[in-house]
C-alpha cells in the first residue's frame, strides 16, 4: 500500500467496501468497478481480506482505483491499528468510547469474536479514507457490517449491494442485525425483483430499494459463429451445493446409459470438488466429464464458444443459500450457447422456458437429462433459443445500462454527503507506510 499524502485534496469518492478484491467468482463486482470508473466515477476500495485465488481475470489490471487491504487480524498489524484507533479517538472520542463499550461487553460467542477486528477495520478504513464522502459495501453481512460501525463512528452514509448468500442463508433476517444495517442504509440494491421484494418484505419501508441487475459487458461477448462439430456441455461454477453439480453429473450419466453421444466439461473449485470427482467415478463417466478447474474469463470464453449446450442445475442449498440469476448463464446467453438450467423463484426474470432456454425442476436429474438429450439432437431449437438468449440480455443486462443507475443513486448520495472532520497530520509519514506494508 502506497503512503498518502498529507496536503493532496482528492476529488469526493465512493468508498467500495468487499470481502476480497479482485476475486475470481465475483466478476459482477470487477464488471461493476470497471464500469463506474469508465462513467467517470472516483472509488477507493477498502478489501476486508487479500486476494487468495491462484487465478485472477485480467480485466483486474485495469482498474484505476486505489485498493487498501485491511489487515485481518490485531496482531499481524499491531502499529496500523493502534494508529487507527488513536486517530478515531481523537476525531470521534464519544462514538470511539462508546463503540468499544459495546464490543467488550458483548458475549464471547463466535460471531462476536470478530467483533473487535471489524471494530479495527472501522477504524482503519476511516483513518485510511482519501475524499470519501459515502460507503457503500457489497454484501450485506461482514462488508455491511463495516459500514455500519463507520457510520456510527462518524456519521458517514452508506448504501448495499445485496446478493444472495447474504439475505437468504441460514434465515438471516432473523436476526436484528441485519435489518438494522438495512435500515441504516441511504439505499439497498438487489440484483432481481424476487430479492427485492424478499428485502421489502422484512423492512416495512424503511429504505429505498432498488433493482438493479448484474450486467455483461456485451462488447466482450459477442455472440459466436457455427456451432461446434462435437456436441459439448458446459457447465461453470463454484462447486458447491447449491450450484447442483451431482445433478449433472447424474444426468450425465442417465445420457450415456441411453447412448447419446457427448462429452461435458466443468469449470470451477470449491469445497465439493473431491466429492463430485468421486462422483463421477462412481457413476462410470468419467469418460465423458472433464473436471478443468478454474479460469479467468478470458479463457472461459473460448470454452462458451466450444460448447452446444450450456447447463447450470441450481437448487436451494440446505442451509438455505441459492443462486439469484447467475452471470455465467447470462454469459452463455450473449455468446449465444443455449441453455438448461432450473425452475427456481427469480429465474424468470432470465428465462423463459422453451422461448430462450429450457428449465427442468431443481434436483430432478431425469428431466435436465431430457432437456439436454432434446437440445443436443435438435438444431433449429438450439439456434432459435441462442437467438433469443442474445435478446434477452442486451434487452436487461447490458452492464453500462445498468451500472448507470447505479451511478445515479451514488452520485446522488455524494451530493447529500457531509463529510467527517478532518484531523490534522492523520496519514501515513514514509515511515509508519514502511512499518505497515
Not at 198 to 212: K, M, N, P, S
Amino acid at each position: 500500500m502506497k503512503p498518502l499524502s498529507a496536503g493532496s485534496d482528492p476529488p469526493p469518492r465512493v468508498g467500495y467496501i468487499v470481502k476480497m478484491f479482485p476475486r475470481l467468482s465475483e466478476t459482477f463486482i470487477l464488471n461493476e468497478v470497471l464500469e463506474l470508473e469508465r462513467q467517470g466515477a472516483e472509488l477507493q476500495i477498502f478489501s476486508l481480506k487479500r486476494p487468495a485465488d491462484a487465478v485472477f481475470h485480467a480485466q483486474a489490471k485495469s482498474v484505476r482505483s486505489p485498493v487498501v487491504y485491511l489487515p485481518e487480524k490485531i496482531a499481524r498489524a499491531p502499529l496500523r491499528f493502534a494508529l487507527a484507533h488513536v486517530h478515531v479517538w481523537r476525531e470521534h472520542p464519544r462514538a470511539w468510547r462508546h463503540t468499544l463499550k459495546n464490543v467488550l461487553r458483548r458475549d464471547r460467542s463466535r460471531e462476536d469474536k470478530s467483533a473487535l477486528a471489524a471494530f479495527s477495520q472501522a477504524c482503519c478504513l476511516i483513518r485510511e479514507m482519501r475524499g470519501v464522502l459515502h460507503l457503500h459495501a457489497h454484501y450485506a453481512n461482514v462488508p455491511a457490517k463495516i459500514a455500519l460501525l463507520v457510520h456510527r463512528l462518524t456519521g458517514l452514509s452508506y448504501s448495499i449491494t445485496t446478493h444472495a448468500k447474504d439475505i437468504f442463508q441460514n434465515d438471516p433476517f432473523a436476526s436484528l442485525k441485519l435489518q438494522e444495517r438495512m435500515s441504516r442504509a441511504r439505499f439497498i440494491v438487489a440484483n432481481s425483483r424476487y430479492s427485492a421484494d424478499h428485502i421489502r418484505a422484512h423492512l416495512d419501508g424503511q429504505t429505498e430499494v432498488h433493482t438493479i441487475y448484474n450486467g455483461l459487458d456485451l462488447e466482450a461477448f459477442q455472440p459466436r459463429g457455427a456451432e461446434p462439430a462435437e456436441p459439448r456441455i458446459l457447465s461453470v461454477g463454484r462447486l458447491v451445493e447449491k450450484k447442483g453439480f451431482s445433478d449433472l453429473i447424474g444426468a450425465c450419466q442417465i445420457l450415456k446409459q441411453r447412448n447419446v453421444r457427448f462429452n461435458c466439461e466443468l469449470v470451477g473449485t470449491g469445497a465439493l470438488s473431491s466429492v463430485l470427482k468421486e462422483e463421477i467415478r462412481r457413476r462410470g463417466v468419467a469418460d465423458r466429464i472433464q473436471m478443468i478447474g478454474p479460469l479467468p474469463q478470458e479463457t472461459l470464453r473460448a470454452h462458451y464458444h466450444g460448447a452446444s449446450v450450456f447447463v447450470l442445475p441450481c437448487r436451494p442449498a440446505g442451509d438455505g443459500d441459492r443462486d439469484i440469476l447467475p452471470n455465467v448463464i447470462k454469459e452463455a446467453l450473449a455468446v449465444g450457447v443455449p441453455v438448461v438450467t432450473t425452475r427456481l423463484e427469480g429465474m424468470d426474470e432470465l428465462i423463459k422456458d422453451g422461448v430462450n432456454g429450457l428449465l427442468a425442476a431443481p434436483g430432478d436429474a431425469p428431466g435436465l437429462a431430457d432437456r439436454i438429450e432434446l437440445l443436443l439432437g435438435d438444431s433449429q431449437l438450439r439456434h432459435r433459443l441462442a437467438a433469443q438468449g442474445r435478446k434477452a440480455v442486451e434487452a436487461r443486462f447490458d452492464r453500462q445500462a445498468n451500472v448507470a443507475q447505479l451511478r445515479n443513486l451514488l452520485e446522488r448520495a455524494l451530493s447529500q454527503a457531509v463529510a467527517p472532520a478532518a484531523a490534522p497530520q492523520t496519514w501515513f509519514t514514509p515511515h509508519e507506510a514502511n512499518c505497515l506494508r
